[in-house]
């Protein structure tokens, strides 16, 4: 596979059956009184976690970014510099949260920890560009995943990100355009995943495909002019600061649950496969890290690049509650 996802189990098979189109997704659902995990925890499912230099790859998707959004685009782009940087102390709540439930030994062998090193080179923000082709009202998870395979596929072959770094794309819809996920689940954004291809260069050859993870943040969502839940994405700020929120949820989540489901999917050559399962995760509400700290009393704020940023907080199993730094 390309990124060192170590639980995720990939193969071939000669005669393969197309698996089911995955359902579901797991969301940012809007703002709800906050509660703690059962028994204090958020649980290990012994699936994949993005632990090998997580980086973003923001996309914004539509003509309306050509000319509009500029003080969105900026935040988001200077929120994903702040995160990696030496100022940053949020980021490291993540790094509990490893490929098995116990974290290895302090310092670690070879380098080798299985857990998130979140800004071991500095920056998370691996790039940042417009997508000028119009997306659809409510892009469904597959047309969602297309337009988030590219960025990945082009990170890995230009800057030679080959297991180098873990490429997390986040992809940014307009205003007046409702992923489908946000728009039947009411949330505010979502993590999922799709198959990415490392041969395109090679049309007549094998392709190889992996599984890679990306994220969703709706503007529509936060913008309280077409949406009456807008209060429950932004904490009743604005719509820059919801699309903050978000960004730094779904990015959390997606690095330590890249892959939330479960079972044997075949990529779209029905020839390699990937065993997929949760990584951090439980399987009732709060599910994942960002999920039990949900709500105003759980956002915060950090002055970068001459601006005010806000992130929310993420549950912490050492210190058993909502933190904003480890």
Known sequence: MARKLLAAAVGVCSICLAAAQPAGASVDQPAAPSSTPTGGQIG????????????????????????????????????????????????????????????????????????????????????????????????????????????????????????????????????????????????????????ANHSPGNPEGPQQWSPFAYAVDSYAASDSTNNRSAGGCTNNKDVTAGLTITASHEFAEAVTDPFPITGRFYDPDHVFYADLQPGWTNNDDPAEIGDPCRGPSNDFHIKFAGETLYLQKLWSNLARDCVRSA
């Not at 979140?118 to 997508?131: E, P, R, Y």
């Not at 997306?135 to 082009?154: H, S």
């Not at 800057?159 to 728009?183: C, H, K, S």
Request: aromatic letters at 14%; glycine letters at 10%.
């Open 44 to 195: 290990y499912q012994g699936g994949a976690v993005e632990w090998y230099r997580p980086t973003v790859y923001l996309v914004f998707w539509g003509s309306w970014w050509v000319t509009h959004g500029g003080a969105q685009k900026k935040a988001l782009e200077d929120l994903f510099t702040w995160i990696g940087s030496p100022a940053d102390n949020w980021s490291h709540v993540i790094d509990q949260y490893c490929l098995d439930a116990v974290p290895p030994p302090d310092p670690p062998n070879a380098g080798w920890t299985g857990c998130p090193d979140v800004g071991v080179v500095g920056s998370v923000l691996l790039g940042s560009a417009v997508d000028p082709v119009d997306p659809p009202e409510a892009p469904t998870q597959a047309q969602l995943a297309v337009e988030a395979r590219f960025p990945f596929e082009t990170s890995e072959k230009v800057l030679n990100t080959y297991d180098t770094y873990a490429v997390i794309p986040m992809i940014v819809t307009p205003p007046g355009v409702f992923p489908r996920t946000e728009l039947d689940g009411k949330a505010c954004g979502h993590h999922w995943w799709g198959w």
